[in-house]
């Protein structure tokens, strides 16, 4: 045997153990400051990473985005692309801060504060730096390339101040103000909700709330009262008024009760009145017994707004408890009682109700309600209702003055810059378009700790101060400033500034900033936006100092990176980071950030349910990488169409692993036979050459046009189109080129080694991006002298393939599957040779009579019409809709046999043209005949057997026999063997015997002497 040129392959590959191997290998090789060294001069490619949260290791979920990431990065850098391969981290709000108060047992904002904002605040900086070092490590391990390092990190001083620097902007063009208003709050985190965290997965909740039916006496008409309905009991002590609808009808009852009739259509009313006509009534509120009702003068309002769908038509209002009651309060000029503090607890002046909280206080009010005979019904009422995004705390609506942004002149400048984006799933884009279409103002203040301080100074003199830059706060600063670590509370707490307009000393507002002000300025404060001059480790400071070494560079640097040329995160970022990015950018620049997003949608466990640490269907990351590797991870998150919900699991893995061995097992059998021949092929001749067969020249345009499609593909954003690509590429090379070139590598034939050479490292070039461990294993082994690694290797170019020759052995495909199917279904097995095959349609196939008569095992193949009878009907899934009422024609002509047949598939029948699929085509063979037919492609085989054609499937049954033993024995594949059969098969041995002994490389057929097939190793022959 000649020198082994290349390493024999094990059965199956060992991901985890080979990609451990791979990544200290291209530590020890720089091989990823190598590629970044090769494209420093080449065109730039701009992705602006999204910030992850640093609170939590890496999870399979974030593994997905961090995937594609990766996989486009490396797709451009073998593009020869430049690229800046910043990793952001997300470090400061709410996800944070709770992780942080759960580890200290803190349960409200009043044991932080006792606490000490300072230790908090170095307890939450800590979380960051643990969190950052692990998703370090867990995205290193997935095989992310990244510059590992120089992360940003959002609470570095540097990012700040590019907030403040957007805040005072949004000041200056009047944008900014303090509202008033009902907001979503969350008791717990004792903090305001905007709009778009309402729309984060696992916001709404199903949940049975308590459903009321109260009476409310009236003041002037004796014995009668209004019902309402409610299911948040808390806010009855806040009601001022009660709405009808003016246009609607209202009864009442026999009792005494006023309801409106469309709810109750079946009952019997004593008197009938417009909406309209209840206007001004008076009536007792629902708790007057405690002081804020009873100052209030209860009456009826009139809204067009009250539905007839729900409740009794007339419908409670607490200004003081929901969004809606709040503006139709301002409308009506109805006071606004506020029961509840920013705990969610009820203040003193509520009586017995002082102290408890929205939840707890049900059952206490209920009870008193129905003390008073005022609770005309009390059940239970299933609903999907808004809870904290964080802590999972069921919201409430309170009164809060909260800092705002308006978008009422930005709306349209917004829309403007989304137009320019190209979005992928188109959709997605879409969905962009409606939010900003209807978002409301954007809510940014937060009153938290752990957060972007907001440089908001509102003056007694009514002037609000708005600082733009630590060096402006610095200039105005009347003290504390030699005590300000960071730009954070509470060291920021204790700066006052001077007013610009009266002088006086005013102090910063409590607020921090909502946390997507700290991701949307991203494009900006890490590439230097307006910054005069670079500054190295410019981006390590405040929090952040010690934790990069990221430079801060100038404003010709952000020219040169601006904006991105695709940015990819999940779908529900549309309104989170997109947003948030799109927005600072429109208003720092007028433009929207990024050219392209790749959005995607929820990851669920293999069954189709949300993951989650409590229902013990979590995966992590470590994991994963043990158990799967993270090729297949990547494969998983790579073959997934972004328009669907990914189901990640072990299961899903296993399939992928089985799946990737036919690729294994192709460049094992190559490996294997290279290593007869010793045949060493060397890169600089990597095109195929020299006396290639047919078979060859189709693999090589077969490969060209994988290669071409599959960069298509990569400029599309679409990995999921480069798996499927690779999955039809791998079937052709594995089932139809080695299968049907075998007998050729068994001869050493260098024209076929050298094809599927080729073939193989292509596609390894190709896959790179996705499978960056599993090619670079095997490029090492397979490119012995060529580039180091095959992410050096430059992106693959290639002839435009000869699709008319590729559509020809599309054509043979088919028309071998089809015979496949007919002799399965007339029971007769592979192995047994047969007269013919006819084939009618696939004219592509003509010129491949040979390769299909070999393949389908026939004699002879003829291109002729098939005489079968056809049975055409119609496919009503898919021609009902199209025809309607005139499907019965058709049907009727079909069924007649009354059709014509157009080609390709085709028919006309009735008068109508009906295509492939909508139509199911059955060919029943005559006697001795099976047939199969699909997508205008018929044949038949001829079943017939005679003496020959069995003896010749015995031969067949004898070499498969044979072959399988060798096999079992372990020989090798140039081992030669001694056959000795029995008796039985003398005359398949007198007839066949060099046929045989070809095929399973016999040196001698010996006859007799043993009832049993036996083989053994000859003797080498030399
Ligand atoms: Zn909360
Ligand atoms: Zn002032």
Not at 659 to 681: D, H, K, R
């Amino acid at each position: 045997m000649a020198d082994q040129v290349f390493q024999p392959l094990p059965t199956v590959p060992d991901h985890p153990a080979l990609e451990e191997e791979v990544l200290a290998w291209w530590e020890a090789q720089g091989t990823f400051a190598k590629l970044r060294e090769r494209n420093a001069q080449g065109p730039r490619f701009s992705f602006f990473d999204g910030p992850v949260t640093a609170n939590k290791t890496l999870a399979v979920h974030t593994a997905w985005g961090r995937t594609l990431k990766d996989v486009f990065q490396r797709y451009k850098a073998l593009r020869g692309f430049d690229q800046r391969y910043q990793n952001g981290f997300d470090c400061q709000g709410l996800w944070i801060e709770v992780g942080v108060e759960r580890e200290l047992g803190l349960n409200s904002k009043r044991e932080i504060e006792e606490y000490g904002l300072d230790r908090f605040a170095r307890k939450c900086r800590d979380v960051v730096v643990w969190s950052a070092d692990e998703l370090t490590r867990g995205s290193k391990r997935l095989g992310q390339w990244m510059d590992w390092g120089n992360d940003y990190f959002t609470f570095s001083d540097t990012n700040i101040e590019y907030v403040w620097r957007m805040l005072k902007k949004v000041h200056a063009s009047g944008w900014l103000y303090m509202g008033h208003r009902s907001t979503e709050w969350c008791p717990r985190c004792g903090t305001s909700i905007s709009q778009h965290e309402l729309t984060m997965s696992g916001v709404y909740q199903e949940r049975a709330d308590p459903s009321l039916y109260v009476r409310l006496p009236l003041s002037d008409r004796h014995g009668e009262s209004l019902v309402i309905w409610t299911t948040t009991p808390w806010t009855l002590p806040a009601n001022v008024a009660a709405a009808v609808n003016p246009d609607a009808e209202y009864g009442r009852r026999l009792n005494g009760e006023w309801v409106a009739v469309a709810r109750y259509p079946d009952e019997t009313f004593d008197e009938r009145l417009r909406g309209s006509e209840l206007v001004g009534w008076r009536y007792e509120g629902p708790f007057d017994t405690l002081a804020p009702g009873a100052a209030v003068e209860h009456r009826v309002v009139a809204w067009d707004d009250v539905t007839l769908e729900d409740g009794t038509g007339i419908v409670h209002i607490a200004p003081g408890c929901g969004g809606e009651d709040f503006e139709l309060g301002k409308r009506e000029g109805l006071p606004v009682l506020t029961p509840v503090d920013e705990a969610g607890h009820f203040y003193d002046d509520y009586g017995w109700l002082h102290g408890l909280g929205t939840v707890e206080s049900a059952d206490q009010i209920i009870g008193n309600l129905g003390e008073r005979g005022l609770l005309v019904e009390a059940g239970l009422y299933e609903h999907r209702y808004p809870h904290c995004w964080r802590c999972d705390t069921p919201l409430i609506f309170r009164i809060a003055d909260d800092w705002l942004i308006s978008v009422v002149d930005l709306r349209q400048q917004l829309l403007d810059a989304n137009a320019t984006v190209e979005w992928t799933p188109e959709y997605m884009g879409k969905r962009m378009d409606d939010w900003l279409r209807n978002m409301g103002d954007w809510n940014i203040s937060r009153r938290r700790y752990y957060g972007l301080p907001l440089p908001f100074y509102p003056c007694a003199c009514g002037h609000l101060n708005v600082i733009g830059s630590k060096a402006e706060l610095e200039a105005r600063a009347l003290g504390g400033l030699d005590q300000l670590e960071e730009l954070r509370r509470p060291w920021i707490d204790r700066v006052p500034v001077g007013c610009e307009r009266c002088g006086e000393p005013v102090e910063r507002v409590k607020e921090v900033g909502d946390v997507w002000l700290d991701a949307g300025i991203v494009p900006f404060s890490t590439l230097g936006w307006q910054n005069d001059e670079w500054i190295p480790e410019g981006y390590a400071t405040g929090a952040a100092r010690g934790l990069t070494k990221a430079d801060l560079p100038d404003h010709a640097y952000w020219e040169q990176w601006f904006p991105a040329d695709w940015v990819s995160e999940m779908r529900e970022q549309i309104r989170l980071w997109f947003y948030s990015q799109l927005f600072m950018s429109v208003v720092l620049v007028g433009r929207a950030p990024f050219k392209k997003v790749l959005g995607y949608e929820k990851m669920l466990d293999e069954t189709g349910r949300e993951m989650h640490g409590s229902w013990g269907n979590m995966i992590t990351a470590e994991d994963a990488f043990a158990r799967m590797g993270a090729d297949v991870m990547r494969w998983q998150y790579c073959a997934q169409p972004p328009d669907r919900n990914l189901l990640f699991g072990f299961g899903p893995a296993e399939e992928i692993e089985r799946e990737l061995l036919t690729f294994w097992n192709s460049i094992s059998f190559f490996v294997s036979y290279a290593n007869i021949e010793g045949f060493a092929p060397s890169w600089s001749e990597l095109a195929p050459a020299g006396n290639v067969q047919p078979l060859d020249r189709w693999l090589v345009e077969r490969t060209h046009a994988f290669v071409a499609d599959a960069t298509a593909a990569y400029e599309r954003y679409r990995a999921d189109d480069v798996i499927r690509l690779y999955e039809s590429y791998v079937d052709d090379l594995s089932n139809w080129y080695i299968r049907r070139s075998r007998r050729r590598f068994w001869g050493g034939d260098d024209a076929s080694l050298r094809t599927l050479w080729y073939a193989l490292v292509q596609t390894l070039r190709v896959l790179a991006p996705v499978m960056p461990f599993l090619t670079e294993h095997i490029w090492r082994n397979l490119v012995q002298d060529g580039p180091e690694s095959v992410h050096l290797a430059p992106w693959p170019e290639v002839a435009p393939p000869d699709r008319a020759l590729l559509d020809e052995i599309v054509d043979v495909r088919r028309v071998v599957t089809l015979a496949h199917q007919a002799r399965a279904a007339s029971g007769l097995k592979l192995r047994q040779p047969l007269r013919r095959l006819v084939v009618e349609g696939a004219s592509g196939a003509q010129g491949h009579a040979a390769e299909i008569a070999d393949e389908v095992r026939v004699k002879d193949v003829q291109f002729a019409k098939v005489d079968a009878e056809l049975r055409v009907k119609p496919n009503l899934p898919a021609l009902g809709p199209r025809l309607g009422k005139e499907l019965r024609a058709v049907n009727k002509a079909l069924q007649a046999g009354a059709f014509e047949e157009l080609g390709g598939g085709r028919y006309r029948a009735a008068g109508h043209e009906l295509e492939p699929g909508e139509v199911l085509v059955e060919r029943g063979g005559r006697e001795g005949w099976a047939v199969a037919a699909a997508e205008g492609v018929t044949v038949a085989l001829d079943t017939s057997l005679d003496d020959e054609l069995l003896l010749e499937g015995r031969v067949l049954d004898l070499i498969r026999l044979v072959n399988s033993m060798r096999k079992e024995q372990g020989l090798e594949l140039t081992d030669r063997i001694v056959l000795t059969v029995p008796d039985a098969l003398s005359e398949v041995v007198d007839r066949h015997g060099a046929w045989i002994e070809g095929e399973v490389l016999a040196v001698d057929i010996r006859v007799g002497g043993s009832a049993e097939i036996a083989i053994a190793k000859a003797e080498a022959r030399d």
